[in-house]
Nanobody, 119 residues
Framework: QVQLVESGGGLVRPGGSLRLSCSAS????????MSWFRQVPGKERDLVAH????????SYAEFAKGRFTISRDNAKNTVYLQMDSLKPEDTAVYYCHAGRDYGLPRDVWGQGIQVIVSS
């Protein structure tokens, strides 16, 4: 079964940290670009960061630079998002995504996980 399962979300105070994990199964994880997106109610889903198949090829949204770190472990079929110095405006549902431009499946989405930053 093709799926992505996120974990590690929850409630954290401003300035705190969380590490999200996304475990993949049912497809060849190492051949996919992996990304994290986030979405708040009533707004579009925004890209947070992505990492290429080469584990050192990363890119971040401006709001994530310097605070978030994306990484992947191809041996464990898992992608991570380390989030530090969290702010209330980081509150959102975070989604894991796998994509590539050949073969099937082209896109895989996780179910999303809630992150709440509040005192």
């Amino acid at each position: 079964q093709v799926q992505l399962v996120e974990s590690g979300g929850g409630l954290v105070r401003p300035g705190g940290s969380l590490r999200l994990s996304c475990s993949a199964s049912g497809f060849t994880f190492s051949t996919y670009v992996m990304s994290w997106f986030r979405q708040v109610p009533g707004k579009e889903r925004d890209l947070v960061a992505h990492i290429g198949t080469a584990e050192d090829a990363t890119s971040y949204a401006e709001f994530a630079k310097g605070r978030f770190t994306i990484s992947r472990d191809n041996a464990k079929n898992t992608v991570y998002l380390q989030m530090d110095s969290l702010k209330p405006e980081d509150t959102a549902v975070y989604y894991c995504h796998a994509g590539r431009d050949y073969g099937l499946p082209r896109d895989v989405w996780g179910q999303g996980i809630q992150v709440i930053v509040s005192s």
